[in-house]
């Protein structure tokens, strides 16, 4: 198997409520992914899945243990190189969409091309790409209010994709809609995720779309499970 694009390794976090209220949230994670692969990441509220997220995608620190992104650990590197990394090689997928509500989809897929140095005519022409391969368009001139929740978070699902990047982390990407919207939205960014050859780490509290990914593991008292062997991945 080719070597991971992003691994935790021994990963720890707890939180610290007063002097004697420690939370233990995370207890030495071992994860890895490789190119083309995706995770299923399953948990209960509370379970820890969203700070996982965010210690992989480096929008948060670990107590201990190392994150490895494309080769490069990351833990000791400085916020600009982590800001960096985030805009080159990561993609995020929230529950809710979060685009602004004052520009067209087209524009909000553009912007973080902007942000990564690209040019607004291919920022536009990768966005008017992404919106085809998701069936919207049409709808590319469209502000989020003139969309449908399932329009939106095509949008959302675009918008992660805009920088070609090599992780997507994912956290209840369909959670916010109705099932029969979720199954087809769903069904629409494995499509686009596998197209693009990249490594998804996608949170959810649903089995039968976790069933649908190559590989499913679960968050247990800040451990992680395979959910397919049921065995406890080693962790101190």
Known sequence: MSK????????????????????????????SLHAGETVALVAPSGAGKSTLLHIAGLLDS????????????????GEQARTLARRRELGFIYQFHHLLPEFS??????????????????AKMRALELLNDVGIKDRADHRPAQLSG???QRVAFCRALANQPRVLLADEPTGNLDPATSD?????????????????????????????????????VGKLVDVSQEDVVPGP
């Open 105 to 122: 989809a087209a524009e909000n897929i553009a912007l973080p091309q902007l942000a990564n140095g690209v040019s607004r005519t291919k």
């Open 184 to 220: 087809k939205v769903f069904d629409t960014l494995l499509d686009l995720v596998r197209k693009s050859g990249m490594a998804a780490l996608i949170a959810t509290h649903n089995m039968a779309l976790a069933q649908r990914m190559d590989r499913q593991v679960r968050l247990d």
């Open 4 to 31: 991971a694009v992003l691994s935790l390794s021994g990963v720890s976090k707890s939180y610290n409520l007063g002097a004697a209220n420690e939370i233990r949230v995370l207890r030495g994670i071992n994860l």
């Open 150 to 152: 399932g329009e939106q």
């Open 62 to 77: 670990a107590d201990q243990g190392d994150v490895t992104l494309a080769e490069n650990v990351m833990n000791n590197q």
